[in-house]
Each structure stands twice: as C-alpha cells, then as structure tokens.
C-alpha cells in the first residue's frame, strides 16, 4: 500500500499493512526547505514543494496542507499581522461588536481572498505532483466558534455568551460563520484535497463548558457535516486541549476524523471514537516531538500505538509542529510505526 491508500483505507475502517502516519509539519517543512514563513504562504507551488520534500523526506503517508490560522479572519476584514519569520497573527478585531461580526461574515468575500486562492492552489500543485502516490489534507482554518471570537474578540464573544439577552445574535454570528467556513471547504476539495479538516479550539472545554459546548458549538458542527457529507466531503476536526469532557458529542457527529492532543486522555479517547471515527493525533509536538530526546519519542508513539492496537487511528503530533523538531526525533517516530505490528485476527 502506499500513503493515499493506508489513510483512505483508515478511514473507511479498512485494513492497513501498517498504521498510518501523518505530521502538522508545515512549519518544519518550510525550514528544511530553506524559505522563511513569508515565502511559504505568499507562493502555492512553494507550499507544495516544501510539503512533498518532507513527506517523501520522512516517508509519511499524508500530507497536512496548512498555512496559519488566519486566513478566514483576513478576508473577512479581521487585522492581520504578517512576520517574515513566523505564521501569520491577529491583531485586532472587527469594530461594531455581534452586529459588526455578523455583517462582516459574507461567504462571497472567501473565493475573492487572495489567501484562499494560494491555499487552493497550493492543493492543485500538491495533486498534480503526487497523484494517488500520498493522502492530502487540506486545512479549512477556523470553524465557526473560534472564527467568531477572531471576529468580535476573545474576551468580548466570552462575555457575549453569558448574556441571555445576547444568545439570539450570538446564535446568528455562528450559523453565518459556519456559512462563511463552509466555502473554504468546497473550494480547497475542488482544489483537489482527500479530505478537509478545520480548528475549533476555542470551543473546547478548556475554555468553555461541555453544556455551552453543546449550545453554542455542536449544533453548527452537526451543520457542517451534514452540508460536506451531502457533497463526499470527508472532515477531520481538530480542538486542542482536554477533550475529555465532550469526547463522547465529538464521537456522534459524524466527522471522518477527529485529532487530539496530548491533553486529552488517549484511552478514554479511544472508547469514544474507536468504530465511530478515525483518530488523529495525539503526540505532543513540543514537549516530545521537539524538546524530547527519540527515547522520549519512541515510548509515547509506542504508548499511542498499543492503545490503538494500530486499528483506527493516523497517528501524528496532536497539534503543529515547531520548526526546529529535529529530524532524530522525527525518524524516531516514523521507525517506530514503521516496525509496529498490526494483528487484524
């Protein structure tokens, strides 16, 4: 089997001749390729470049396509700092409150954003390049929660949400910045990509309750899936931090994939999702992946793995890579993947 064929048979519940491995590599790849941040995402063909470098480099079965975490922001009007050295940054917020967010999310403005365009083109290079050789992941930014507290502000959405007499327009931002996320998806997968995937962290129960998770942000995750599985558009989801609180609501939405991090408790994880989803994750990317020694590395992708039993999961980082992960610790955990073995009896 090659990558594209391990990661689409995991997704189906398939069997796979080894666990499949993909990394949130995009900022390390860009450094072994020797361009800075700024170069990576002003330029689509250098994004595909630096992202098959490093797969074929490691030998990863699927490459996750990202560029930061504010593209949606930017062509909705949010301020945007661009560092020649680092991903891109909010600098602010959209005047006006929920009546300026809620104006301010249109989904006509997302196929004139010329990020979105490199983003898509960046797919159709990667596609064009490796074929049906390795799986492509394309990430859809923000979802609708976190988008909105880019929009209004943290602290203000926070504040917002406590208010009952708020709750009607808090309601509406979010279905329209569903509307507004739901565009990137169609156009990155017509672009080319296997699958989308999106980040929704600030909706995680590290931040908010399970039972405002289930008011504010289930409802437009069940949206989401509901419109990309009427167009075959598989989804991973991704929220940092502890999971463990609404594992069980990521576990019935219906999401091809769903990734956590080191945060959260992998068994607990795995009885969630096992049969249900496909994990992603869960390896700490800077603890382990990038300040760990390959020891360290090699007994947490262990640890992941015989929970797994190597059945269900794309094993990874749970979230980006920095960019100086040392390629000792990298080889460390694609050797030890690599020498597991799955007993589908």
């Known amino acids: 089997m090659n990558g594209y064929q391990r990661i689409k048979s995991a997704l189906s519940g398939e069997k796979t001749d ?29 994004i595909a470049d630096c992202h098959i470098a490093m797969a074929r480099k490691y030998d990863l079965d699927g490459i996750w396509n990202d560029i930061d975490t504010c593209i949606l922001a930017d062509a909705i009007g949010v301020p945007v700092d661009y560092p020649e050295d680092m991903p891109a940054r909010v600098t602010g917020h959209i005047p006006g409150g929920l009546d300026g967010a809620i104006d301010a999310m249109e989904p006509e403005k997302i196929a004139k954003s010329e990020r979105v365009k490199i983003s898509a083109d960046s797919i159709y290079e990667l596609r064009k390049k490796v074929g049906d050789e390795i799986f492509i992941r394309a990430s859809c930014d923000q979802m609708a929660f976190s988008l909105s507290a880019l929009a209004c502000g943290m602290e203000d959405l926070m504040m917002d949400l406590k208010d009952p007499a708020k709750e009607a327009k808090v309601l509406v931002l979010l279905d329209r910045a569903t509307d507004v996320h739901l565009e990137f998806h169609k156009i990155l997968f017509a672009a080319g990509a296997d699958c989308t995937s999106f980040g929704d962290s600030t909706c995680g129960p590290d931040l908010i309750s399970p ?101 269900g999961i794309v094993i990874g980082a749970g979230c980006a890579l920095p960019p100086n992960t040392p390629e000792e610790n990298i080889r460390a955990f694609t050797e030890t993947v690599k020498a597991y073995q799955i007993n589908w009896e």
């Open 211 to 311: 039972n405002m998770y289930r008011k504010f942000a289930k409802p437009f995750h069940l949206k989401l899936v509901t419109v990309l599985n009427a167009l075959e558009i598989p989804v991973i989801c991704h929220i940092c931090g502890n999971q463990d609180k609404i594992v069980d609501d990521l576990a019935e939405i219906g999401f091809a994939g769903v990734e956590f991090d080191y945060k959260t408790n992998p068994r607990k994880a795995h009885k969630a999702y096992f049969g249900k989803t496909t994990s992603f994750g869960p390896i700490d990317p800077s603890g382990v992946f990038c300040l760990g020694t390959p020891q360290d590395v090699r007994r947490e992708t262990q640890e992941i793995l015989d929970i797994y039993q190597g059945k």
């Open 18 to 46: 080894r666990v499949p491995m993909m990394l949130h590599d995009f900022m390390p790849a860009a450094r072994e390729y020797g361009i800075t941040m700024r170069q990576y995402r002003e330029s689509g063909a250098k």
